[in-house]
Nanobody
Framework: VQLQAYGGGLVQAGGSLRLSCAAS????????MGWFRQVPGKEREFVAG????????YYADSVKGRFTISRDNAKNTVYLQMNSLKPEDTAVYYC??????????????????WGQGTQVTVSS
């Protein structure tokens, strides 16, 4: 499956952004979807996950209550709504697809396909 992430940009602290990730190539609903982020010099970290049909979502503690992951299987798209953004949310954000085996995957190695990343910068 091919993933294309977009929607990043520059926003002031306290603002909002919505990231989108369009999937193509295979049946989108067969994959658990996730968002990760990475800053230079650090490992890529899990942000949010959406379990297959979308009924179950899970988040990193650092974003819980501020970010919401959702998916539209008819549009083959997963979203990350980011509210109350903080400067520490600044990173390149990646969407990823997991083809199975792990329950509620959170680790990089549990995901099989990756988008190209979109930069999010939050100014103070």
């Amino acid at each position: 499956v091919q993933l294309q992430a977009y929607g990043g940009g520059l926003v002031q602290a306290g603002g909002s952004l919505r990231l989108s990730c369009a999937a193509s190539g295979r049946t989108f609903s067969n994959y658990a979807m996730g968002w990760f982020r990475q800053v230079p010099g650090k490992e890529r970290e899990f942000v949010a996950g959406n379990w297959y049909s979308g009924g179950i979502t899970y988040y990193a503690d650092s974003v819980k209550g501020r970010f919401t992951i959702s998916r539209d299987n008819a549009k083959n798209t997963v979203y990350l709504q980011m509210n109350s953004l903080k400067p520490e949310d600044t990173a390149v954000y990646y969407c990823a697809a997991s083809s199975g085996g792990s329950l509620y995957p959170r680790r990089v190695r549990e995901y099989d396909y990756w988008g190209q990343g979109t930069q999010v910068t939050v100014s103070s």
